[in-house]
């Protein structure tokens, strides 16, 4: 009993009344076994008469005494062991409670620091000694001030340090942030919460839990300034989170709102697909979906609808974006409205397509349209036409009336054939006043004979532009397909034949192509090729055929060329020029022309032989090329002909196209002493005004008045108003193709000064043209 006593006293010193009790107790009992003792020891001593009581009661007394003091004893002991047992589970969950908090201090991945009211360093956890670099042996003495030096925080970040420390330690709790460098010399940024130490109710001291907030607060800044970025952005951006059927937009920019006309709070929340309208390719958005399915980035154009129902062009970027777990959980849209891009790539396209003037298919989408018809004929054996309409006398109209007017009317007849045609024929413009029009899908060849009549019967109506009634006709060639024809192409050439053709028959008609157009074309072609080899290996020459005056005396040549081909024979001009002047070749040939005929024009002149001049026919390709008066003159100088020897032949029509540019030369010509004469007066648009401002020395009557005028009235009244003419306006005039002697006789008398022809000579090479010279000089001075 006593140990327990001792026991119970050593560990609850504290418990004073624990104490007192168990004093009481212990004397109590003392004196139970006092009194026991005495009675037992020293019989009769004790007596109940002592105390006032009867024996019984005295035995009754002490039997309850010794019953009371067991009792108590008992209850003593029971409690002693009580309180032993519940001062040692105290003692072990103080234990607990106390390893608890160490773990917490201890294990805390924020750093925990201690400090007395007065700033000293208490205790400090792992991270907190990590972060400043302190040990047990600062406890105490160090002080945060020794750590949180100049270089260590800045001053603004020490102020609100040292006032949270304060306002903690006057019982405050406090919570800031501050940068500060660490041991390691790295610059971080902490979250700092000062809490005060309270004990007995009293201020004992300030914990401060710090937390390292430097990642954090990265992403902080990088969330700003991403948000900054994508608000200034001038592209779109939307995200959307894909984990939700529906899809919601989760963010939009202002550069959003302002594309679309959706307010940010209308948006956000709603499903995508209200950018989407009755004209959003279904596969582009099926494409959008599976990218993002797969976490794939897609580009892609795609009509959207603003707010208002407007579509606009859309070029949106998609990119998927992850979460941790690399799981794509959103997709963000970088949109950009292109529709201004969109409609000048159109207006491009267009342009690139269509005949800027009629609005009609240029030649590009003909062909392009016609490979397809044609692929399309073949493989389902349909009849396919192409027609190949040129207006006639078109040029006279443009250069008479003015390029407005031809304007208008090219516009008229597109119209007008854009209205006899099915919306299914492509119709185009090539150029000038050369229209075409594909007709796929015929029931037979005949059907395109039939469009072709009912063009000619359209275009013959009159066309009222500019305040004139216009009347114009068109040649038209057909070709239709073929079985054993392969390219697409060929049935426009064969179509541009069969036009040819139509022309020479007299224009205001239409003609089918045949095999025997194509034959004459290869001819053609071959004659091209071949004339560029005659060009280079001298298969060329030249013949003049001599001028002579009324008494019949030499009075100048015309140079004349020739085609020796060395197996086809002697080829004439009149079939090889025009395809020379077709494909361009006419401006080397006219150039080797004049060079030689100014050559031999000079041999003639050194020997005295050259009796007026020497004459060159001029294409009108030459005439109009730049550089064209230069090369004159460099070949005047190159072969030492004088410029007045020379003479330069134009047909009318060299003169009727661009006619101020044209007198602009002549006169320039005129300048240079080279003289012009134009050559078969009377076959062209004569009009006698412009004669009259052209700085021209002489006409030439065509051949065809010539040949009929003893004849024929009407022949010999054009020959007798040319004639009178030219004398009117001081010009010389010259009948070619005098082939008689009557002929010769009748324009003489009618005043004609100059002739030419098989009468007096045929053309000749140089040489026969010298003894020719010789031989006629000689007849007339009777040698
Ligand atoms: N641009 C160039 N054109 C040229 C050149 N050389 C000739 N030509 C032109 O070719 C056409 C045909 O010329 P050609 O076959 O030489 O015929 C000329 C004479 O031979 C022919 N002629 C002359 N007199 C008579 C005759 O009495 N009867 C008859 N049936 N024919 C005759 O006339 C042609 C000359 O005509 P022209 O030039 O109009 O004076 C012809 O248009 C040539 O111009 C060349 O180098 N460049």
Redesign the pocket.
Known sequence: MLSLFTTVMLQNPKDLRLQACLIILFVCSLLTGLLVAVAEVFPGTLLPEHLGLSREGARMAFLAASTVTAVVASYVLIMGRSLLSLHRIQAQELSTAEQRFRSLFSQSPDAVFGFDKDGYYTSLNPVAQAIVGLGESDLGVTHYRDVLTDEAMDEAGFARFDKGFRNAAAGRTQTFEVGFVNQHGERRDYECAFLPIVVDAGVEGVFAIVKDVTKRLQAQENQRILQRSLESSDNAVVVVDIRSTNLPVVFVNPAFSQMTGYHESEVIGAPVKLLTGPETDAEDLARIRQAAKAGQPVSLTLKSYRRDGTPFWNQVSLAPVRDEQQQVTHVAAIMNDISEKKEQERRLAYQATHDVLTGLANRALFEDRLAHDFALAKRHQQQLAVLFIDLDEFKPINDTLGHKIGDELLISVAQRLTAAIRPTDTLARLGGDEFVLLLPDLGSSHEAEEVAERILGELSQPHLLGGHELYISASIGISTLCKDLERPEKLLQQADMAMYKAKKQGRDTYEIYSRDLDKKLARRVNLRNELQEAMTSGQLNL?Y?PLVDRSGSFCGL????RWNHPRKGLI???EF?PVAEETGQ?VH??KW?TRQACRDAQKLVARGMLAGRMA????PLQFHRPGFLSTLRSILEETGLPARYLEL?LTESILMKDSDGAIGILNALNDMGIAAAI??FGTGFSSFSYLRHLPVDKI?I??SFVSNVVTNDKDAAVCKGVITLAREMDLTVVA????NADQFEYLRDYGCEVF????FA??MPIGQLLEWVEKTAGDRSGK
């Open positions: 013949h055929q015309e140079a004349l060329v004439a001009p009149a020029i006419i040939l006219g022309v060159v026919n001029l294409s032949e050559d078969d030439k065509d051949r070619e193709g005098i082939e030419q022809g098989y009468h045929r053309p």
